[in-house]
């Protein structure tokens, strides 16, 4: 159980990695295209949609959503050149 807390303490005194923050987006940049059509103080913003998409795929390549919601994912997917 000490060296969990160890690490734990650990991890948290670490530098934190802040190249996924985006508090610098505007409202209306998430909002462009269809992702203002809800709104939703826990929604899955399309920047981070992009990016994701953009790390883990090629272009024309398959993008699956399972859970779709309100189409954030499939939006970036078409916008990115993703099917």
């Given at each position: 159980m000490a060296?969990?807390?160890?690490h734990r303490i650990k991890l948290t005194?670490?530098?934190v990695d802040?190249?996924?923050s985006f508090s610098d987006c505007t409202q209306s940049q998430t909002r462009y295209?269809?992702?203002g059509y809800y709104t939703y103080p826990a929604k899955?913003?399309?920047q981070l949609a992009a990016r994701l998409i953009k790390e883990h795929s090629n272009e024309n390549e398959i993008v699956i959503d399972p859970f779709m919601g309100s189409?954030?994912?499939v939006v970036e997917a078409i916008v990115?050149?993703?099917i």
């Open positions: 060296k969990i807390l160890e005194k670490s530098k802040k190249s996924w295209i269809t992702h899955f913003i399309p189409g954030t994912t990115n050149n993703r």
